[in-house]
C-alpha cells in the first residue's frame, strides 16, 4: 500500500558535553550527530557567541513550553548557564508518542543586573568539516532535493536540486525589503540553499528524506539552511533581530520539529502541516469564496461608477455565474494610509458601495494595507512619530510600491496600532465590509529601531495581526496577503500563497520585458501559478489557499496560458476571482469563468512536488454519484510546443486498469489501455492537458465526461442503471451548454433531456456524445439501448 513511512528515533542525550543525537532506530538512514546549541547575543558592549555546556537534568518546570494540539511527551528538560551575563537557557526535548518526530524549544533568562541583546539562537548547526557533527541522509548528498519555502505571500517557494543555485532577484532594495526575510540569507554559491519557517529535504534516488520545521512563528522568524560542500550542512536558527532582554525577562523560541521519512508518493508533509495546524487550533474552514476583484483591470484608476456598473453585470449574470463576493481593491483611498479620506472617484466614499452590494445580494469586500505607509499620505506628514526607523532615524525603506519607496507603522508605537485596529473596526462595522483583504503585511516586521526594543519582528507582526483580528471579529472573512506565513496562521481565513498574477507570462514592468524576464517573485502568471502548485499542500490545513484572480479579457497572455491558469486556480481547490471589466468580457471567455463554477474545493496531488522547480503533473482524486474518478494535468512550462506523454507509473495509477479518458480543453476521447503511455497532441507553450480518467468496465455503461464542469463528473448528481435503462441528474446550479458523453455497450435507441427527445453523435465505438443545455435546477437526463 503506497504512503507514508517515517523512522522511529533514538535519542542519545550527553548533558555534561552539551549536546545530543538523533538516528532512525529500524533503518538506519538519518543521522544528526552531536546537535549543540549556540546564541549569539551582545552584553557589556562586545559580542559573545556561547555554546552551553554543562546541562543539569531538572525532572519538570513550573511553566513548561505548552504543545497543544500535538501528541507529544517531554522526554528531557536541560538548564545551563553563563554566568558573566547571568544568562541561563532552558533546553526541553520532546518526543511524538509514536516515535517518529523530535521535537525540541529554548528559553533564554536574564538572571543578571544588565540587558543582555539577542541576536540569533542556533538550535541545530551539523556538518560542514567538523567530523564529529555530522547530518547524514541518505547515500548521495549530492542527489538530494531542497524544499525552499519563501518568506511571505509572494516569495518564491520550489524544490530544488543539490547542484542548483537559489533564484534571486535582481532588484535590490527594490525588491527585497518585500519578500526577503533579512534574517535568512540569499546565497550566490550553488549547492547552498535557504528556506524560511519550516523546508524539505529529499532524496528520490534513495526515496527518503526530512521535514524539519517550526510550529509557529509568534515568537522569531525561523530560518532554516543546507548546503552539500564540502559536507551536508544543516543549520536551524530562531532570528533573535537584537532583541532586548532585559533583567528578570524571559525570551523563548517556538518549537522545532523534525522527522524523517521513506516514502513511494504519498505527501510527506502532511504530519507536519497538520501538527501546525493542531497547534494553532486549526479545525474550520468556510467555503472558498467566489467573486469578482477590481484590481486587475482598473488597478487604481478605479470609480465608484466602476464598481456599479460590474456589480449590475455581475447580477445580469447570476443565472449563468453565480458569484457571491464583490471586491474592491486598491484605488478608492486618497493616498495609502490614509484610509477615511477618499478620491474624487469615490465621492461618497465606500460605506454606499458596500450597501449597495449587500442589498443586491452579495457580499461586500474591501482591500485594505494597515501597516504599510506611503510617504506622500498625510499620515507619514501627520505622525512621524508613527513610522518604523532605521538607526539613522531615517524611515525605513518597504519595497518600491506605488513608483515610490514606502514605509511603515511601528506597531510598538500604541497608537499606530490603535490607528491600524481602527481603520479595521471602521470597515467592518461602520463601513460594512464582512470580508477584507489585508495587504502588504510584512511591513510590519521590518527591521528596524522599534520603540519597544523588547519584541522581536515576529512578535510585532503577530500582535498586530491579532489586533486587527479582534478589530473585525470573528465573523469577519480576513484574507492575509503579502504576509510571512506562519505570522498569521489561525488569524486568517483565506492566505495567498504567491505572487501576483499579470496580463503576461513573464513579470515585466511598464512594457519592458528583457531585464525582469526571470524574476522569481514579481507579478506574472509563471510565478503565481509555480507557487500556487507548490504550496497547495496548506489548503484547508492552514487555511484556504488564495491562488489570486482568474483574468478573463484581452491581455498578453494567450488562450493556452489562460486555460492553464483557470484549470491551476480550479485544481487549487482555493479563492476563485475573476479581475476582468465584466461589461466588456467576451462571451467565449466567460465560458472559461462558467465551467468553475461549483468550485471543487478540494485540492490536489502535486506529483513531482520535490522533484521540480516547476511541478508540471498533478493528479486529483474525485467522488460523487459516478463513483471515483481521477483529473490528471501535465503543464508545459516550455517556450517550446511539446508533445505530452502520460503514463500509469508517473500519475501512481493501477497499472492493470484500462481507464477512458476524456482531455477537457480539447474535447477528445481516448483509450487508455492497461499500462501503456497515452500520447496525445502538440501541446502549445505554457498549455495544460487536463484529462478525466474513468476505470473502463466494458459490461457497463459509464460517464465519460462533458464540457459542462472542470471536474467532468461532480455535475451528475445521481446516476442509476436499471438492466438496459439509465438515468442521470445533472446539476450545476447555474445555466450553461455544452456536451455530456456516455459509453454504452449497445447503440442507445432512445434518450430524452428532461421529456424533449436528444439526438446525439458516436465519438468512437460505444462512446456516444450529447449536447446539454442546463437550466438552474438541472435536466435529467435519461437513455435506453
Excluded at 523512522?7 to 552539551?18: F, K, N
Excluded at 492553464?564 to 487549487?572: E, M, Q
Excluded at 478525466?692 to 448528481?717: D, M, N
Amino acid at each position: 500500500m503506497p504512503g507514508l513511512y517515517p523512522g522511529r528515533l533514538t535519542w542519545e542525550i550527553v548533558p555534561r558535553e552539551g549536546y545530543f543525537s538523533l538516528r532512525t532506530q529500524d533503518e538506519p538512514f538519518f543521522q544528526l550527530k552531536n546537535v549543540r546549541l549556540k546564541i549569539y547575543f551582545q552584553w557589556n558592549g562586545k559580542s559573545h557567541l556561547w555554546a552551553p555546556q554543562n546541562f543539569r537534568s531538572v525532572p519538570t518546570l513550573n511553566d513548561p513550553p505548552d504543545l497543544p494540539g500535538v501528541d507529544s511527551e517531554i522526554i528531557e528538560t536541560l538548564v545551563a548557564s553563563f554566568p558573566p551575563a547571568g544568562l541561563q537557557a532552558i533546553l526541553v526535548l520532546a518526543q511524538a508518542n509514536h516515535g517518529y518526530w523530535a521535537l525540541w524549544h529554548l528559553s533564554l533568562h536574564n538572571q543578571g543586573r544588565e540587558p543582555i541583546w539577542i541576536d540569533q539562537i542556533r538550535l541545530l548547526d551539523l556538518g560542514n568539516d567538523n567530523p564529529k557533527r555530522q547530518f547524514i541522509l541518505g547515500s548521495s548528498p549530492q542527489d538530494l532535493r531542497f524544499y525552499l519555502n519563501g518568506w511571505q505571500s509572494w516569495s518564491y517557494t520550489a524544490a530544488l536540486s543539490a547542484t542548483s543555485t537559489m533564484p534571486r532577484s535582481r532588484l535590490g532594495p527594490f525588491q527585497n525589503p518585500m519578500v526577503v526575510n533579512p534574517g535568512t540569507p540569499l546565497f550566490r554559491q550553488s549547492g547552498h540553499f535557504s528556506s524560511d519557517f519550516f523546508t524539505v529535504l529529499f532524496s528520490p534516488k534513495d526515496n527518503l528524506g526530512l521535514v524539519a520545521g517550526f510550529l509557529s512563528q509568534q515568537h522569531h522568524f525561523g530560518s532554516l539552511a543546507f548546503s552539500i560542500t564540502p559536507q551536508p550542512h544543516l543549520q536551524v536558527w530562531a532570528n533573535g533581530d537584537h532583541t532586548r532582554l532585559d533583567p528578570g525577562k524571559s525570551m523563548e523560541t517556538d518549537w522545532f520539529m523534525l522527522y524523517p521519512f521513506t516514502t513511494d508518493h504519498e505527501l510527506p508533509l502532511s504530519p507536519y502541516l497538520e501538527a501546525v495546524a493542531s497547534f494553532h487550533q486549526i479545525e474550520q474552514f468556510p467555503s472558498s469564496p467566489r467573486g469578482w476583484c477590481s484590481w486587475y483591470y482598473y488597478y487604481t484608476k478605479l470609480s465608484a461608477e466602476d464598481i456599479f456598473q460590474n456589480l449590475r453585470q455581475i447580477q445580469a449574470w447570476q443565472t449563468q455565474l453565480p458569484l457571491e463576493l464583490v471586491q474592491i481593491d486598491d484605488g478608492f483611498e486618497a493616498q495609502v494610509g490614509d484610509w477615511t479620506t477618499f478620491k474624487t472617484s469615490f465621492p461618497q466614499g465606500v460605506a454606499p458601495l458596500a450597501q449597495e452590494i449587500k442589498a443586491a445580494g452579495f457580499r461586500p469586500g474591501l482591500w485594505l494595507a494597515p501597516f504599510i505607509v506611503h510617504p506622500r499620505s498625510q499620515l507619514a506628514r501627520q505622525h512621524p512619530e508613527w513610522l518604523l526607523r532605521r538607526s539613522s532615524g531615517r524611515p525605513v525603506n518597504a519595497g518600491f510600491v506605488w513608483n515610490t519607496f514606502a514605509t511603515a507603522l511601528d506597531l510598538t508605537v500604541p497608537e499606530a496600532l490603535d490607528y491600524a485596529a481602527q481603520i479595521i473596526d471602521t470597515a467592518v462595522h461602520k463601513w460594512g465590509f464582512p470580508y477584507l483583504k489585508l495587504d502588504f503585511l510584512y511591513a510590519a516586521a521590518l527591521p528596524g529601531r522599534y520603540r519597544n526594543p523588547t519584541l522581536t519582528r515576529a512578535q510585532v507582526l503577530r500582535r498586530g495581526m491579532e489586533t486587527l483580528r479582534q478589530a473585525a471579529g470573528d465573523e469577519t472573512f480576513l484574507l492575509g496577503c503579502g504576509a510571512p506565513l506562519g505570522s498569521v496562521l489561525g488569524l486568517v481565513n483565506a492566505m495567498r500563497i504567491g505572487a501576483d498574477i499579470s496580463g503576461s507570462w513573464q513579470p515585466e514592468y511598464l512594457g519592458h520585458r528583457w531585464f525582469f524576464r526571470g524574476e522569481p517573485h514579481m507579478p506574472a502568471a509563471v510565478n503565481a501559478i509555480r507557487n500556487t502548485l507548490t504550496r497547495a499542500p496548506l489548503h484547508r490545513r492552514w487555511w484556504i489557499n488564495d491562488p489570486d484572480c482568474l483574468i478573463l479579457g484581452p491581455t498578453k497572455l494567450s488562450l493556452a496560458e489562460v486555460q492553464t491558469l483557470a484549470s491551476v486556480i480550479a485544481l487549487s481547490g482555493g479563492s476563485f476571482l475573476i479581475s476582468d471589466n465584466l461589461t466588456t468580457l467576451p462571451p467565449e471567455r466567460l465560458k472559461i469563468a462558467q465551467v468553475l463554477l461549483p468550485l471543487i474545493e478540494a485540492s490536489p496531488e502535486v506529483i513531482d512536488l520535490l522533484e521540480n522547480e516547476y511541478p508540471a503533473h498533478l493528479r486529483l482524486d474525485l467522488k460523487g454519484a459516478l463513483g471515483e474518478w481521477h483529473l490528471l494535468a501535465f503543464i508545459n512550462w516550455d517556450d517550446q510546443p511539446i508533445t505530452p506523454e502520460f503514463t500509469h507509473q508517473r500519475y501512481h495509477l493501477d497499472p492493470q486498469q484500462t481507464y477512458l479518458v476524456h482531455d477537457f480543453w480539447n474535447d477528445r476521447h481516448y483509450e487508455w489501455k492497461d499500462n501503456s503511455s497515452l500520447t496525445l497532441p502538440l501541446l502549445p507553450p505554457h498549455g495544460i492537458a487536463l484529462l478525466a480518467a474513468y476505470p473502463f468496465r466494458p459490461e457497463q455503461p459509464a460517464w465519460v465526461g462533458s464540457t459542462l464542469h472542470i471536474s467532468q463528473g461532480l455535475e451528475v448528481k445521481t446516476w442509476e442503471v436499471e438492466t438496459s435503462f439509465l438515468t442521470c441528474r445533472i446539476d450545476i446550479h447555474h445555466e450553461a451548454e455544452g456536451n455530456a458523453y456516455f459509453y454504452l455497450p449497445l447503440s442507445p435507441w432512445q434518450v430524452r433531456l428532461d421529456e424533449t427527445p436528444l439526438q446525439g453523435r458516436k465519438i468512437l465505438p460505444h462512446i456516444y456524445g450529447f449536447p446539454v443545455r442546463l437550466s438552474t435546477s438541472g435536466v435529467t437526463l435519461t437513455m435506453a439501448w
